[in-house]
């Protein structure tokens, strides 16, 4: 099989590089541009930041800071139509994942006559995207450095989405600071969620599983220090660099079922994406390892992990309990903890049937497969 990889954007990347927000949309020949972002991120200071950057680069600005958790729809075609309205020339998105998914939907949105729900349910569009850069705030989505976005439909309860390249990305560490603990858990393993189903994935590459294993090794050895030390610039920078590496990594590769079920949890239950991801990565790596034992004993070794065994059940179950051991060290909660019940869990099978993400996998998950993973999921991190 060929693969193929490469890189969708530029990145700007160092401490204060939100500084540099009006150079580069100088560079990118903007002349008004709407800052997405939501109230938090806005009380924080940071978009202030971008804003001071663009006034010195003579850059009008405008401000749409209704953006929500998962993205919902009625928010991208708030801000789309925000941004036809000011006839905006470019989209700065600032914030966590969910920021920068609506900043990609506002982008596709503002560029196109369509209504939001065939947009999001991947009808052609004329024009590309509206122009856009992104700031990440928090260290894991790596959204900065993919194509893709994923939206809520709220009318039909599903995680969607659309497609939309970044023309810049501006990757700032001192963005992350203070973060609070919980915040540092979720979005760290959600990267960590990234790195293992792109190596795992149905495509992987070279340069995916390269960008996926440095990732591992940062997160690993750095989200424990910031989760203990939010203000440790060491750490921050290392957790910034693993979100954008494993970003690049699945947009080579892909992710897969470990995805499927994440956003069947936060469809179902409003949890946070990262929290979904950390809680079924350990299953992931037990599903995968019959048919990447190296890669995953390789994880093991990252994590500092002994493995006495060749054969690949126990490499998988040794590494995910190794993971699982990990996770109880940084308080991810448990299904349990968050009050989702077994029988909720289960409910998710329908959803992540019809999941097209469940498919991308190196291992083919069946029909009879879903409920089991889920369950397994519920019965093995308490």
Not at 192 to 201: A, G, V
Not at 302 to 312: G, H, Q, R, T
Not at 327 to 337: A, N, Q, R, T, Y
Request: charged share 20%; proline share 5%.
């Amino acid at each position: 099989m060929i693969g193929r990889y490469g890189q969708l954007c530029t990145v700007a990347y160092g401490a204060g590089a939100i500084n540099s927000t009006g150079e580069t949309a100088k560079e990118l020949g903007f002349k008004k541009v709407m800052i997405v972002t939501d109230k938090q991120v806005e009380a924080l200071g940071h978009s202030q930041k971008a804003i001071d950057s663009l006034k010195k680069a003579n850059i009008e600005t405008v401000i749409f800071n209704g953006v929500e958790m998962d993205a919902p729809d009625y928010t991208v075609e708030a801000g789309g139509n925000m941004a036809k309205k000011e006839q905006v020339d470019g989209i700065i998105g600032i914030g966590g994942g969910s920021v920068l998914d609506t900043a990609k939907g506002i982008a596709c949105f503002a560029a196109n006559e369509i209504s939001i729900s065939d947009m999001i349910h991947h009808a052609p569009m004329k024009n590309p995207p509206v122009r856009f850069v992104l700031i990440p705030t928090t260290p894991g989505t790596g959204s900065e450095s993919t194509f893709v976005a994923v939206i809520t439909d709220t009318k039909k309860h599903e995680k969607v989405g659309c497609f939309a390249v970044p023309s810049f990305s501006i990757l700032d560490p001192e963005l992350t600071l203070s973060l609070p603990k919980e915040i540092t858990a979720y979005t760290g393993m959600d990267a960590f969620s990234h790195c293992i189903e792109s190596l795992t994935s149905m495509q992987p590459n070279p340069h995916s599983d390269l960008l996926a294993y440095d990732a591992i090794e940062r997160s690993v050895k750095w989200l424990p220090v910031a989760y203990k030390d939010p203000n440790n610039y060491e750490a921050r920078d290392n957790l910034a660099l693993a979100s954008n590496f494993a970003g690049k990594s699945f947009n080579d590769s892909t992710v897969h079922v470990g995805h499927a079920i994440a956003h069947s949890f936060g469809a179902h239950f409003h949890i946070p994406h990262g929290i979904g991801c950390a809680l079924v990565t350990p299953v992931v790596i037990e599903l995968t390892a019959s048919k990447f034992p190296e890669k995953i004993k390789k994880v093991g070794k990252i994590m500092d992990i002994e493995i006495n065994s060749e054969d690949p059940v126990v490499i998988g179950k040794t590494v995910a309990d190794g993971l699982r051991k990990f996770m109880k060290s940084i308080e991810v909660p448990s299904c349990k903890e968050l009050g989702i019940t077994r029988e909720e869990i289960l409910n998710c099978t329908d959803y992540v049937r019809n999941e097209p993400l469940r498919n991308f996998g190196g291992v083919a998950v069946t029909d009879e497969m879903i409920p089991e993973l889920l369950a397994k999921i519920y019965d093995t991190y308490q």
